[in-house]
């Protein structure tokens, strides 16, 4: 089956640790996106890339840093930079324009101690 | 500017009861699409229904049914005999014309269905 694929679940880290999150697709989307999930915050979209090898910042891109090399990977990488970096994270795709919704992982949830 | 509120922060209803979800939209583009989306506990956004600006027909699935007015910039969401299983956190969403790469969501509306 198609889906959208984040990993892992959990994830630990100390402290000015940087951590790169996984995101891969199996659904042939041109489109990938990143967002970032607080309580009462609703989604805010940290990244998202249209094609191959090119992305753009979304509304909170600062301490976060992402490659697209492969149609089906978006890896983020949270840096130590990021001074709030305890959230659920959200990887989704899309296969056309503004009219298309968007597929979802499952999230990934980031925990910085 | 653009905007999507979802003033209820959390609502919890009996099993069988109707209950409706407020989504409030703003902004200046006269052709956009509206969504909702469903957020069980497993954490994955569940892609419920679209819905664009030029149409205002309401659509009824089964339990669910949307009522969309332009006039009051709303597009509202009910769930008719509510069950446990409707649990969940549930977003509504705004995406604008030549603004691709950007949905706008609300801060979402924590359903709990009691048994």
């Known amino acids: 089956d198609g889906g959208i694929t984040q990993s892992p679940k959990y994830l630990f880290r100390k402290e000015g640790q940087n951590v790169t999150l996984s995101c891969e697709q199996n659904?042939?989307?041109?489109?990938m996106y990143w967002y970032r999930q607080d309580p009462g915050q609703g989604l805010r979209l940290i990244y998202y890339s249209q094609i191959v090898n090119d992305f753009q910042k979304g509304d909170i891109a600062e301490g976060y840093s992402v490659s697209r090399e492969k149609k089906e990977s978006f890896p983020l990488t949270v840096t130590s930079a990021q001074k709030n970096p305890t959230a659920f994270y959200l990887c989704a795709s899309r296969d056309g324009g503004y009219n298309s919704p968007l597929h979802f992982g499952n999230g990934t949830r980031l925990t910085v101690t | 500017a653009q905007k999507v509120t979802q003033a209820q922060t959390e609502i919890s209803v009996v099993e069988k009861e109707d209950v409706t979800l407020d989504c409030v939209y703003e902004t200046r583009d006269t052709t956009y699409y509206l969504f909702w989306y469903k957020q069980p506990p497993s954490g994955e956004l569940v892609f419920l229904i679209r819905r664009n600006s030029f149409d205002e027909q309401n659509e009824i699935s089964g339990r669910y049914s949307w009522n969309f007015q332009k006039s009051t910039s709303s597009f509202n969401f009910t769930i008719t005999a509510s069950q446990v299983v409707d649990s969940a956190v549930y977003f509504c969403a705004l995406s604008e014309v030549g603004r691709t790469y950007k949905y706008i969501f609300g801060t979402g509306t924590r359903l709990k269905v009691l048994a």
């Open positions: 659904l042939n989307h041109d489109a």
